[in-house]
């Protein structure tokens, strides 16, 4: 038997942050689709039950064309079970205003709700102020079934940690769970829980920004008498993919640009691109960053971050008794971060060589 395991989706992200309005507008629809897709997967490959752990709304307003494709894949698909627990993004708003619930649409409550999936029983809870002390103790399991357990939250092993974010893994030790199926961690981790079970964020569905980079898709659980093998889906139509660059020795612009773009060749021009530059530079590099955008216009996205630094080592001014020596030691000294430090000190060099700004 297979089960996914899913969650943090996001749907109705505004997606604006890197993006023009009519991207911003297409990404969302990609995201919609992507789950749309998934279930289209679930149901070619006799997948039994979806697990929604969390976030599957990226806030409590969601709009009626999204919520009504939501309802109409669940409907569409009585076959799958969809077994749905709110996130700290979506809070209830989805379910409780919901009319008709589709028979297929189980949803976790702020009590321990199980639902038996062919030989699988899958219990979860929606935790909140009120209830996240006390599911610890209030989660009994039984040693002979085979136990999924959905939560949504950050992990930590301290104890008395407790709010409504936090689930306390060490206190779920020893508690029969075969798989606790977690959502909130957008980036898929495994781990042993225990002797007996593993738990897993599956991250994402899709990256949204360049703090997601990488694979992004759900689990893919296979269950037979024996055990539960979790496998993980690699399911995103677009990646965000980071592209750190060492500049460190180039003194030409052209030749850091042609070295950018022939990476870059290696990377699908379906996906999102920054491109950092890292390392340091001497004061004769004039940098193009907005032409080597350019040149990176053939993917979906492309931006690039400049890190790199200057190369200006204190120990060459300290004894400099010009009004360069002079600017730079008052730069250095000053409360400026060193990005900003840099900047100044490129700009006010620049000008006391008489060169363009
Ligand atoms: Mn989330």
């Not at 769970?177 to 994402?204: F, S």
């Not at 980079?213 to 296979?222: H, I, M, P, S, T």
């Not at 496998?231 to 995103?236: D, K, N």
Request: proline letters at 1%; charged letters at 30%.
């Amino acid at each position: 038997m297979k089960i996914i395991h899913c969650s943090d989706i996001h749907l109705d992200s505004k997606m604006e942050t890197n993006l023009s309005p009519i991207k911003a507008k297409e990404r969302k629809q990609e995201i919609l689709n992507t789950f749309e897709r998934m279930v289209g997967y679930a149901a070619e490959n006799d997948v039994q039950a979806i697990i929604i752990a969390g976030d599957l709304f990226d806030s409590t307003r969601i709009t009626n064309s999204t919520k009504s494709r939501v309802l109409n894949t669940i409907s569409k698909n009585k076959n799958i079970e969809f077994l749905y627990l709110c996130g700290n993004h979506d809070e209830n708003n989805f379910i409780s205003l919901l009319e008709d619930r589709p028979s297929n649409l189980c949803v976790f409550d702020k009590k321990w709700t199980t639902f038996e999936v062919g030989n699988v029983k899958i219990s979860g809870i929606a935790m909140d102020e009120s209830n996240c002390n006390s599911i610890y103790d209030s989660l009994n399991l039984n040693a002979d079934d085979k136990n999924i357990v959905v939560l949504h939250g950050q992990i930590s092993n301290y104890n008395n940690n407790e709010n409504a974010e936090n689930i306390n893994l060490s206190k779920l030790k020893n508690k029969n769970i075969d798989y606790l199926a977690l959502g909130h961690i957008h980036e898929y981790v495994q781990d042993n829980l225990d002797k007996r079970g593993i738990y897993c964020y599956c991250g994402c569905l899709e990256g949204r920004g360049f703090d997601e980079c990488g694979e992004k898709g759900f689990v893919l659980l296979e269950i037979d008498d024996k055990s539960i093998k979790p496998e993980f889906v690699s399911f995103a139509k677009r990646k965000l993919v980071e592209l750190d660059f060492d500049i460190t020795g180039f003194d030409n612009w052209f030749d850091i640009e042609e070295a950018i773009v022939a990476q870059s060749k290696t990377i699908s021009k379906d996906n999102l691109l920054k491109v950092v530059l890292k390392g340091r530079y001497e004061i004769n590099l004039d940098k193009h960053i907005e032409m080597l955008e350019q040149k990176l216009e053939n993917f979906y996205f492309a931006k690039v971050k400049d890190e790199s630094l200057l190369t200006v080592k204190p120990q060459d001014v300290e004894n400099d008794i010009s009004l360069r020596g002079e600017f730079i030691r008052k730069v250095l000294q000053s409360n400026l971060t060193e990005q900003e430090k840099e900047k100044t000190i490129l700009v006010g060099l620049k000008s006391l060589l008489g060169e363009d700004l």
